[in-house]
């Protein structure tokens, strides 16, 4: 109920028409939208391994990987950096499902903006580093 309330709310409704709603920044959402949805999807695949074959790629078994025919997942779960993967194997809280979700999404939601859209370019095929 302050002059600064009520300057807040103007700048709120300035912003919404004049910023956020602007052509170049919708573009950029959206783009955005697409480079998260398309990081998730990829790391599904990490996700919703059986726990016998996740267990091959948490511990970087690559003979084992390579006879089930694990090496793309082994390749996409060594990109999530060793403190991310220490963590997981420390953690007991929730189920095992629960916690490899957790595992992938705190990883996505830390990357830069830059290295996110490079990371979904180099998995899609789109760019080779």
Same mark, same amino acid.
């Given at each position: 109920?302050?002059? $600064?309330?009520? /300057?807040? &709310? *103007? ?6 028409? =004049? ?10 959402? %959206? @783009?955005?939208?697409? !480079?998260?949805?398309?990081? /998730?999807?990829?790391?599904?695949? !990490? ?15 690559? &003979?084992? @990987? ?9 390749? #996409? $779960?060594?990109?999530?950096? %060793? ?5 997981? &194997? =420390?953690?007991?809280?929730?189920? *095992?499902?629960? =916690?490899?979700?957790? #595992?992938? !999404?705190? $990883? ?10 490079? #990371?979904?370019?180099? /998995? ?6």
């Amino acid at each position: 109920n302050s002059e $600064f309330g009520a /300057l807040i &709310k *103007e700048i709120k409704v300035f912003t919404g028409i =004049r910023i956020y709603s602007h052509e170049s920044a919708e573009m950029l959402e %959206l @783009a955005g939208r697409n !480079v998260i949805a398309g990081l /998730l999807g990829k790391f599904d695949e !990490v996700n919703s391994l059986e726990m016998e074959d996740f267990e091959i790629i948490l511990n970087d078994d690559r &003979k084992m @990987a390579r006879k089930r025919n694990l090496d793309f997942q082994l390749r #996409l $779960f060594r990109r999530l950096p %060793l403190s991310y993967r220490d963590k997981y &194997k =420390r953690s007991d809280i929730g189920t *095992e499902n629960d =916690r490899r979700s957790q #595992l992938i !999404v705190d $990883f996505i939601s830390g990357m830069t903006d830059d290295y996110a859209l490079h #990371l979904f370019q180099v /998995l899609n095929g789109i760019k080779i580093k």
